[in-house]
């Protein structure tokens, strides 16, 4: 199949999928990238491939790249202990939590939003409102005093505030806002320059609101239903071009020395065993039989937001799909891999 007929092949599967968003691959010379929907349905103003999009989750890679640096420059160790690396009192926490378990979901600490007994992120926002919450510490009281929820060292359960607790480390020992850093030391040194962490009542142009479809067919904006700004939990938003920028900077060890930058990677924590699915410091990756490394794997769910990206380390391939609605990404991107 040449290039004109996978894009009228893409094409076809949006409309199929009723897909809203955009999406960009690349393997080789041979780049294909589209879009369809609204970034405003209000304003029919159409979704374009330079439209930015919040990932949700998918960018809690940049938050494990952040302290990968911090541990590069000597200033803390994948070993040091979060009672050792910040200055704030956490009294229900196990003394032994490492910045190695925030890293691998495994340090056991309560969830602001626990994915296995919550579904529905909008009641997080009913006592206390999303436009409070703007950076790392606003998370704070929603954790700082509750017991943990497991014990260190267990099996993987993905929590967010650990991210959060890691975005606090790299505030307190860079003595910058966490989303500050990541602009400048991860967007910038990969050339993100449309990236960023907008806030939701303040966001520039060619950045597509975000949908829910309601139980009567009719959408509604998710203006009330995340945190106004995003953090090292997730929220950042981007183009589908830059995170496949953010990828190569990645692999050409521009953000990282080579070193680290396995380490960032590696396999760590068995996740669906019968999948072959890991998680690493970098998010998930699935292995083969002979466990040599498939593909990595970015995902991101929020309420009008969906989010997937796959990297091929063997081809050296990227595929990103962003989506202003709460589904629709990861159908699509079976389809370009079905292609590609």
């Known amino acids: 199949m040449d290039k004109t007929n996978k894009l009228n092949y893409l094409k076809e599967k949006q409309e199929e999928l009723h897909f809203s968003g955009a999406y960009y691959a690349k393997r080789g010379n041979e780049i294909l990238q589209g879009s369809s929907g609204f970034a405003n349905r209000s304003e029919k103003i159409a979704n374009e491939p ?6 949700a989750s998918g960018c809690k890679i940049f938050t494990a790249v952040s302290i990968c640096m911090l541990v590069e420059s000597g200033k803390i ?74 014990s260190i060292n267990g099996s993987f359960q993905y929590n967010n505030s650990g991210y ?60 009330y239903s995340l945190p106004v700004k995003g953090g090292p939990d997730g929220g950042a938003y981007v183009t589908v071009e830059d995170m496949a920028k953010f990828w190569e900077a990645l692999m050409s060890h521009r953000l990282l020395s080579e070193d680290m930058t396995q380490k960032l990677l590696a396999p760590r924590e068995v996740v669906y065993e019968e999948d072959n699915i890991y998680y690493g410091y970098c998010g998930y990756m699935e292995l083969d039989d002979e466990k040599k490394i498939v593909k990595y794997i970015q995902m991101g769910y929020d309420p009008g937001v969906n989010f997937r990206a796959v990297y091929y380390p063997g081809t050296q391939s990227i595929i990103v799909v962003c989506s202003n609605e709460s589904e629709g990404a990861f159908e699509l991107l079976k389809e370009i891999e079905t292609i590609l």
């Not at 330079?50 to 990932?55: E, K, L, S, Y």
């Not at 009641?123 to 700082?144: A, E």
Request: charged share 25%.
């Open 164 to 223: 959060i607790l890691l975005g606090l480390i790299v505030e307190q020992v860079t003595k910058c806002n966490f989303t500050a850093f990541v602009e400048e030391h991860i967007f910038q040194k990969a050339g993100m320059m449309d990236s960023g962490y907008f806030e939701m009542d303040r966001l520039p142009g060619r950045t597509a609101l975000g949908y829910i479809e309601e139980p009567d067919g009719n959408w509604k904006t998710n203006i």
């Open 77 to 150: 160790s994948f070993d040091s202990k979060l009672k050792d690396c910040l200055d704030i009192d956490l009294p229900n926490f196990d003394g032994d939590i490492t910045i190695h378990h925030l890293l691998t979901h495994t340090s056991g600490v309560p969830d602001y939003f626990n994915e296995e007994i919550m579904d529905d992120f909008e009641l997080l926002w009913k006592s206390r409102p999303m436009y409070t919450i703007r950076s790392p510490k606003d998370f704070l009281p929603m954790i700082q005093y509750e017991e943990m929820q497991g």
């Open 50 to 55: 330079d439209t930015r999009f919040a990932i």
